[in-house]
Structures are given as C-alpha cells and as structure tokens.
Nanobody, 118 residues
Framework: QVQLVESGGGLVRPGGSLRLSCAAS????????MSWYRQDPGKERDLVAR????????NYADSVKGRFTISRDNAMSTVYLQMNSLKPEDTAVYYC???????????WGQGTHVTVSS
C-alpha cells in the first residue's frame, strides 16, 4: 500500500521556522523525484521545491528561495522541507508528491497545514 504521510505543520509566528517531513512507504523511494507543493483555499496547487531522486538537482519557487531548504534521506524514505523566516503569505496546506523518474506514475500525500500568523 502506497503512502505519503506529511507531518510538522502547525501555527508559527512570522519570522519563525518549521520543518515538514514526508514519510513514504509502499514503493521504491529512490526511484522517485520528490516535491513539495502548497495550496491556499480556492487557489491552484503551486510547486514550492523539488529534489531529484538522488538529490543532485534541486529547484525552488522564487518566493521561497533563500528561506526554504528541501532535502531527502533515501535510507529513511523521507523528504523534508526546512522553512525559515516564515511569512504570512506562506500560510497554506503543504503536500508532498512523488514522481517516478521514468514511467508516468505519481503519488500525493494528504497534506499538512501551515499557518503563519502573529
């Protein structure tokens, strides 16, 4: 059974930090590129950060460059998103996504809420 389980969301003050985790199971984690997306209610789901299967390629949305860091631990089948200097506009539901490096196959997690507010 394929599962992507996000954790680490919550309420944080502006300027604070959070670390999101996404634990994968039921598939070969190292065969998948991993991404974090976020979505506000009524808006589209936007890409935040992406890391290739072995971590050699990393990309960030312009809005989070210099503040967020994506990483992965293939031995633990987990991808992380370290979020620093958080802003109210970072408030959203954050989702992780797994995309197979070769075949057309992808999986989504259920999301974790992040609220940045004073």
């Amino acid at each position: 059974q394929v599962q992507l389980v996000e954790s680490g969301g919550g309420l944080v003050r502006p300027g604070g930090s959070l670390r999101l985790s996404c634990a994968a199971s039921g598939f070969d984690f190292s065969s998948y590129h991993m991404s974090w997306y976020r979505q506000d209610p009524g808006k589209e789901r936007d890409l935040v950060a992406r890391i290739s299967r072995f971590g050699l390629e990393i990309n960030y949305a312009d809005s989070v460059k210099g503040r967020f860091t994506i990483s992965r631990d293939n031995a633990m089948s987990t991808v992380y998103l370290q979020m620093n200097s958080l802003k109210p506009e970072d408030t959203a539901v954050y989702y992780c996504k797994a995309v197979h490096w070769w075949v057309a196959r992808d999986y989504w997690g259920q999301g974790t809420h992040v609220t940045v507010s004073s």
